[in-house]
């Protein structure tokens, strides 16, 4: 199993331009915008669909449980979430 993914969110601007707030499941976090990717901004109550890199701790059959960096917010950094959100890093040439 690699051990870093990136997993589909919610993203929403966190309070500094250096940081996202993003929400996966009942957990969410800031997280520094470096470990995010969205294809279009957030803008000020706005929010929209996003990817954030995340560590891959332990998995089962239809389930991965990831821990997300940053600040949590609500419920913890560690949460269960279906493979089907879960976009491997591809290795670059």
Request: net charge negative; aromatic share 10%.
């Amino acid at each position: 199993m690699p051990r870093f993914a990136y997993v589909s969110c919610r993203v929403s601007l966190g309070f500094f331009e250096t940081e996202f707030y993003i929400v996966l499941n009942d957990s969410s976090a800031y997280v520094d915008r470096e470990s995010v990717r969205v294809e279009h901004m957030p803008s000020k109550n706005v929010e929209v669909e996003g990817k954030v890199l995340a560590y891959l701790v332990d998995e089962k059959k239809d389930e991965t449980l990831i821990e997300i960096p940053g600040q949590a917010v609500v419920g913890g950094l560690r949460t269960w979430v279906p493979k089907t959100i879960i976009e491997p890093i591809r290795a670059s040439a």
